[in-house]
């Protein structure tokens, strides 16, 4: 039986609104579709990106309709797209290396890949596929196909943004951030208001060293950034031979890691305060509460020891089998408002995409649904319940797995009509590794297997998508 590197294999075949067959019952209510993005080809004849992230932006799309899925899959033709395809170039990725005038333009001069493989989401009613540079797309949420990029209702000016919008669940607005370089280097916290392409400024800081951050917080009332001691200094992208984007970033954990709290109504800097170094790449959920008769902050998180979750994925290693993916933990930051000491526990070992149901964003919650690192022979999805504070028990109380099966991000849809905050599905791409294909594996709330749908053919590790009711 194959091992986790059959999920770095290239994909090159494309399918459209094929109808997958279904072991079980899918729920009659998921009436959307689920999109899901991630790399899925890294070699192009004799070149061959250097990293995981470097990969080739892939588009998967699950119709459900009474039971019965659809499925759909495309590369979007992106100029990065055509320059591997064509030109044998993976030049101007996360990892991969390029030449001096190149990264100049790339990162000083906006001009940056369009290799948006990270996310998706809904912009001014359109599907759109995230990257980590303002190159993002406008997707045909039919075909998957390419309609341009987003154009921007406003003259902001960015170079580094996060993929992971969070949408506020009361006025629909998309919540991001966005580090500027340049004699004046900021993190800038922005929103984009329902509807609109327009990105109004909130708020930012002055920084000397931007760190490289992945993913933020939101609460009621504040953002929260969470800066780990994984720092550039923009002069360094000028250097010949400075390698890749990721190549250019120090860890410095003599710095820490710092949390930056901002109220989302005056976009000012409420506090700052900082703990022993970590590395992260995604939040869980965040919210504010009274204890102990006093306003705090709490933000989950999944915590590294050091910066090897993000410079350890190297294709070569992966492909060889011999690296495996970082293991995190799930950790509870407490951040009080009133500057007392923040302090953090472990919720859960060895998990990674952790996901909830999108009714709870912004407010105390019960569930994280996460994917296991454990990855000897296969992995898991796991439940971690995250409440307790009333005397409950916290930690992993659900698992799912199955011999030679690859679990993905797992994206909980609330039931329209559910009463607790389990009701509901969960959807999973996975890999099965003896068959050589990927199945959307559907569970419940307590993470029993419900249906699932084999794939025609191995969709590559992704990492992020998003469920839309039609």
Known sequence: MAGYETGFRDLTEEVRDRDLPVEGNVPAWLDGSLYRNGPARWTVGDAEADHWFDGLAHLTKFAFDGGAVRYTNRFPRTDAYRAAVEDGSFAGQFSSTDGYLSRVKSMLAGDSTDNANV??????????????????????????????????????????????????????????????????????????????????????????????????????????LVEPPLVTHPTKFLLPGAGGFIDNYDWEPSRGTRFLLFGRDSGELVRETTVPAFFTFHTANAFERERNDAAELVVDLVAYDDDSAVTDLSM????????????????????????????????????????????????????????????????????????????????????????????????????????????????????????????????????????????????????????FRD
């Open 316 to 467: 070569n290693a992966l492909r060889g089998g011999g690296a495996g993916f970082p293991s995190g933990e799930l950790r509870r930051y407490r951040l009080p408002l009133d500057g007392e000491e923040p302090a953090h526990e472990s919720l859960a070992d060895g998990v990674e995409m952790p996901r909830f149901s999108p009714e709870r964003h912004t407010r105390e919650y019960e569930h994280v649904f996460a994917q296991s690192t454990e990855m000897d022979g296969g992995n898991a999805l796991v439940r971690v319940d995250v409440g307790g504070d009333g005397g409950g028990e916290r930690g992993v109380a659900r698992r799912w797995e199955e011999s030679g099966i690859f679990s993905g991000e797992p994206i909980f849809v609330p039931h329209p009509e559910g009463d607790a905050e389990a009701d509901g599905v969960v959807l999973s791409l996975c890999l099965d590794t003896e068959a050589e294909r990927s199945v959307l594996v559907v569970l419940d709330g307590d993470l029993t297997e419900l249906a699932r749908a084999p794939l025609p053919h191995a969709v590559p590790f992704g990492f992020h998508g998003e469920y």
């Open 119 to 224: 996310h998706v989401a809904r912009i001014g009613g359109e599907l759109v596929a995230l990257t980590e540079t303002p190159n993002w797309l406008r997707i045909d949420p039919e075909t998957l196909e390419r309609r341009g990029t987003l154009d921007y209702d406003d003259d902001l000016t960015t170079h580094h943004v996060t993929a992971h919008l969070r949408q506020d669940p009361d006025s629909g607005a998309n919540w991001g951030y966005f580090t500027r370089f340049g004699r004046r280097n900021e993190y800038v916290l922005f929103r984009i208001p329902e509807g609109t392409t327009r990105r109004e400024r909130v708020g930012s800081v002055r920084v000397e060293k931007p760190a490289y951050m992945h993913s933020f917080a939101l609460t009621a009332d504040h953002a929260v």
